[in-house]
């Protein structure tokens, strides 16, 4: 028996149950009870879910084991519980985004993301909390309480998709859905030691995802192997035209590039990435891994991201306007909480949004609004969408000579809940992320190691633009001769 | 760029339509001074003749054809309504 085969059920990966339910070995009630078995006994410790319908996944589970029975399974992902970050909406389910805003909001349709889950007959399983509104990158910003990372519960899981990197790690889902608009997937999957992909731009719908920064968001899988994250890809990836950002790319066979290896091998080491700040275990990590492409005959070359010291201060006016356009729609009238003690509409706007918004985002908010009002808009949000510009040059000049770039995925490992009080410390957790978003990369985190203290390590590997297969490829290169990803936390 | 120290948290509050308390003001004030202090360094870019990017793959002109498709019932639109009567969402008075 091999080891991912000896693994608890609820540790194995997509491909292994996959094959294992087509073997008739298991069935998808028995992987969707040993999943909420798993979940009972440590969520309580975890606090991963906002909310979760055991009946309704073991519906959906016993749907699937009926469609195999009767020779129609839809695919490597039929039967596999898959959870969502609780900003993907669900007919019938709650949407929260972790907000009081939306505490009693029930989704009255699928984001797209959904529907392709459905039709995989992967069994949606769960919301997932976050920092509220996708709006931090600890997962403390929730309104319904901290999500704890299970490689040490006194720290943080990272966010905003906190609930989704940590809910996988400690086995209480196969595989989970996450957003990222500056870092939102990447640096929770380093922090909980698990793989996290945030494709290109328009790859992914973002119809049914409940819009934080427009222009910044997608949705992406977190996932225990590179091959799982390529198989769920898979599934998600595609047009839609319910979304006007939409890329039309043509979707290759991801599992199968993926396995068959990258066909380059160029990587960029950007300078701009290894400077003060970062935390030298992971800075070592990182190097390691340098020296092990380079030991498979990796040509390696040190790159320069001019621009890189702007990224965080572009992103914070560029994704702030963004928000505070975005969440008007939060005024007490259609949907969401209205306030009892309102007299006029003004007021009830007024009312609505400061009870049912908490600090942080409020705080982006007044920020986004600021630099949109008249007479500071040139100054301030022209402005930084020029040096977004060449903040995306700087990355597209590197691919002129090589096809991917190596960085670590954030500048230190898990803190401690409560360590970032001040904003702007929170921030500068993201610079090694944001680029990417900027520039509308592809880009994942993969285990790369862990510290002195146990606490997992993330790698950063950032592909051409809708050219994920070769990314995949290019990490799986690293995680096969690595056994990070194997390692479980003691819960 | 404009100084740090002259965002109006009141004026912003307003134009957000977001009722602050004191406290909220005085909190935000000083965090977002810091953050206002912290942009400031985008005034060393030369961004002379620099196109702005507001999407980084443009998609334009995404036309939807005119054709009617099935949408939410009115009972699903007003599900999470906070306030309804005889199928429609109550709001308050508007006009006298």
């Not at chain 1, 339910?21 to 969520?43: C, F, K, N, P, Y």
């Not at chain 1, 590197?398 to 960085?407: C, F, N």
């Not at chain 1, 285990?447 to 990314?471: D, S, V």
């Not at chain 2, 443009?58 to 309504?81: E, H, K, M, Y």
Request: glycine fraction near 8%; proline fraction near 5%; include cysteine.
């Amino acid at each position: 028996m091999s080891a991912a085969m000896a693994a608890e059920i609820h540790y194995q990966t997509i491909a292994t149950l996959a094959a294992r339910l087509a073997a008739g070995e298991l069935s998808a009630v028995e992987l969707m009870q040993a999943v909420i078995d798993r979940t009972r006994a440590v969520d309580d410790r975890v606090r991963a879910f906002n909310s979760r319908d055991e009946a309704d996944a073991l519906a959906q589970a016993a749907a699937s084991d009926a469609r195999r029975s009767a020779g129609e399974a839809m695919g490597p992902l039929d039967g596999i519980p898959v959870a969502l970050k609780d900003v993907i909406a669900v007919e019938g389910q709650p949407l929260t985004a972790s907000s009081r805003m939306l505490a009693d909001f029930v989704s009255p349709y699928d984001a797209t993301v959904v529907k392709k889950l459905r039709q995989a007959g992967a069994v949606l399983w769960g919301r997932l909390n976050l920092d509220e509104f996708a709006m931090g990158s600890s997962t403390e910003n929730s309104a319904f309480g901290a999500t704890h990372n299970p490689w040490d519960l006194s720290r943080v899981p990272g966010g905003s998709s906190g609930g989704s990197a940590a809910a996988l790690a400690a086995g209480e889902a196969i595989a989970t859905l996450g957003s990222d608009t500056g870092g939102s997937i990447r640096q929770p999957a380093a922090f909980c030691g698990v793989v996290g992909l945030k494709p290109s731009y328009g790859l992914v719908s973002r119809y049914g995802l409940i819009a934080f920064a427009s222009s910044l968001d997608q949705v992406g899988p977190f996932t225990r192997t590179v091959e799982d994250a390529a198989m769920l890809l898979q599934v998600l990836a595609g047009h839609d035209p319910l979304d006007s950002t939409s890329f039309t790319a043509e979707i290759p066979d991801y599992r199968a590039a993926v396995c068959a290896g990258p066909r380059s091998r160029r990587l960029g080491i950007p300078k701009e990435y290894f400077g003060a700040g970062l935390d030298p275990e992971v800075a070592a990590a990182v190097r390691a891994a340098i020296a092990f492409y380079a030991a498979q005959g990796w040509e390696i070359q040190e790159v320069s991201l001019p621009h890189t010291e702007f990224c965080l201060d572009t992103y914070y006016i560029i994704a702030t306007a963004e928000a505070s356009s975005n969440l008007a729609r939060y005024d007490g009238i259609r949907y969401g909480h209205r306030s009892q003690s309102a007299g006029d509409v003004t007021e009830l706007y007024e009312k609505s949004r400061a009870e049912g918004f908490g600090a942080e985002v409020k705080r982006r908010i007044i920020l986004g609004t600021y630099v949109l009002s008249s007479g500071y808009y040139d100054a301030y949000y022209r402005r930084a969408q020029q040096v977004r510009t060449l903040i995306r040059s700087d990355f597209l000049r590197a691919y002129e000579q090589v096809d991917a770039l190596l960085t670590p995925t954030s500048p230190m490992p898990a803190f401690r809940h409560g360590e970032k009080a001040d904003p702007l410390a929170m921030y500068l957790c993201d610079i090694y992320t944001i680029g990417v978003n900027l520039a509308g990369l592809p880009a994942i985190s993969i285990p790369g190691g862990f510290t002195q203290a146990g606490l997992p390590i993330g790698l950063q590997l950032i592909g051409r633009p809708f050219r994920e297969a070769e990314l995949l490829a290019t990490a799986r290169n690293y995680e096969q001769a690595h056994d990070w990803h194997q390692r479980r936390p003691n819960l | 760029m404009p100084g740090a120290d002259e965002l109006d948290i009141d004026h912003v509050a307003a134009l957000a339509r977001l009722a602050l308390t004191p406290e909220e003001k005085s909190n935000f004030s000083r965090q977002l001074g810091g953050v206002l202090q912290h942009i400031e360094q985008l005034r060393k870019v030369d961004v002379t003749g620099v196109e702005p990017t507001a999407h980084a793959f443009p998609v334009v002109n995404v036309w939807a054809d005119d054709v009617a498709r099935p949408g939410l019932t009115t009972a699903a639109a007003l599900r999470n309504a906070p306030a309804q009567r005889q199928n429609l969402v109550v709001v308050p008075k508007v006009v006298e």
